[in-house]
T-cell receptor, first 115, second 112 residues
Framework: DSGVTQTPKHLITATGQRVTLRCSPR?????VYWYQQSLDQGLQFLIQ???????AKGNILERFSAQQFPDLHSELNLSSLELGDSALYFC??????????????FGPGTRLTVL | GENVEQHPSTLSVQEGDSAVIKCTYS??????FPWYKQELGKGPQLIID?????GEKKDQRIAVTLNKTAKHFSLHITETQPEDSAVYFC???????????FGRGTSLIVHP
């Protein structure tokens, strides 16, 4: 158990809908990262938050957004869903804020299926 | 940006054999190299990591070696067991940028 929690575990929805994925980082970690994993794309970095502020952006679509709250949990919002958005979505956390590269710890993921 | 290549994409071994997975990276400033194991239906789990100030690190049956000059690093698993069957990912990152670049993964299958 990495200490990172994600809910829900599974999500099935229809095209055009909007969903929210939730992540709670490990105790003491200030950085949260979101990744999308699909068979053909591997692990794709979406976005990072550090202590409530957006720190880095990767291959995140404009239909997707995220935020990190004062209690450090994070939510990833996916809207106008398309079939191609079906994937595993992982949250990871790290201490953050240090000059040295951080170790990231991954949550169990949310499997999103868009029908 | 950083580019990480991982080989092989699939590795099949007999129980008790050794397994080696290799990764190369392009950014000479990268200085942190974690390895993750992902079992079916689960999130990636860190199994070992190495920083650029050391050339080798071991943890029981798992070892990682780093060649900074050649910009490649490898994961070695000895005495493989069926429970080692999973997808293994390498990654590279550097201080100041906390975003690792991941390899495409290696599916390791250990036959009993």
């Amino acid at each position: 158990d990495s200490g990172v929690t994600q809910t829900p575990k599974h999500l099935i929805t229809a095209t055009g809908q909007r969903v929210t994925l939730r992540c709670s980082p490990r105790s003491g970690d200030l950085s949260v990262y979101w990744y999308q994993q699909s068979l053909d794309q591997g692990l794709q970095f979406l976005i990072q938050y550090y202590n409530g502020e957006e720190r880095a952006k990767g291959n995140i679509l404009e239909r997707f957004s995220a935020q990190q709250f004062p209690d450090l949990h994070s939510e990833l919002n996916l809207s106008s869903l398309e079939l191609g958005d079906s994937a595993l979505y992982f949250c990871a956390s790290s201490v953050g804020g240090r000059l040295a590269a951080d170790t990231q710890y991954f949550g169990p993921g949310t499997r999103l299926t868009v029908l | 940006g950083e580019n990480v290549e991982q080989h092989p994409s699939t590795l099949s071994v007999q129980e008790g054999d050794s397994a080696v997975i290799k990764c190369t990276y392009s950014d000479s400033a990268s200085n942190y190299f974690p390895w993750y194991k992902q079992e079916l239906g689960k999130g990636p789990q860190l199994i070992i990591d190495i920083r650029s100030n050391v050339g080798e690190k071991k943890d029981q049956r798992i070892a990682v070696t780093l060649n900074k000059t050649a910009k490649h690093f490898s994961l070695h698993i000895t005495e493989t067991q069926p429970e080692d069957s999973a997808v293994y990912f390498c990654a590279a990152s550097k201080g100041g940028s906390y975003i690792p670049t991941f390899g495409r993964g290696t599916s390791l299958i250990v036959h009993p």
